[in-house]
């Protein structure tokens, strides 16, 4: 069993910064390969970046290429979303996810564990 929670969200001007942070509870965060995802009003869910366990690949949506930045810190039981050159289009919930399949990481589904998830606003 892992539990996730996100912080870090809040209101930011376009063009700014902020980084989210996914807290995972148990012995096993290492070895799940971790992604983050976001859903905007109105929005299916939608991936953003994911990262594997030993960190060694990074995958990210076309939309945040360049602006992102998934990374993690196994010995804080940590995953990172560092998002730079935000705009409003950004604008959504974000959550994180971890599976212990890496396979189709882009899909919601097969992601064992999901957190509640942190709002993110970007005033234009």
């Known amino acids: 069993q892992v539990q996730l929670v996100e912080s870090g969200g809040g209101l930011v001007q376009a063009g700014g910064s902020l980084r989210l942070s996914c807290a995972a509870s148990?012995?096993?965060?290492?070895?799940?390969?971790m992604g983050w995802f976001r859903q905007a009003p109105g929005k299916g869910r939608e991936f953003v970046a994911a990262?594997?366990?030993?960190?060694?690949?990074?995958y990210y949506t076309d939309s945040v290429k360049d602006r992102f930045t998934i990374s993690r810190d196994n010995a804080k039981n940590t995953v990172y979303l560092q998002m730079n050159s935000v705009k409003p289009e950004d604008t959504a919930v974000y959550r994180c996810?971890?599976?212990?399949?890496?396979?189709?990481?882009?899909?919601?589904?097969?992601?064992?564990?999901w957190g509640q998830g942190t709002q993110v606003t970007v005033s234009s």
């Open positions: 990262i594997t366990s030993s960190a060694d690949r990074t």
């Open positions: 996810a971890a599976r212990a399949v890496y396979s189709a990481l882009g899909s919601p589904l097969g992601y064992d564990y």
């Open positions: 148990g012995r096993t965060f290492s070895s799940y390969t």
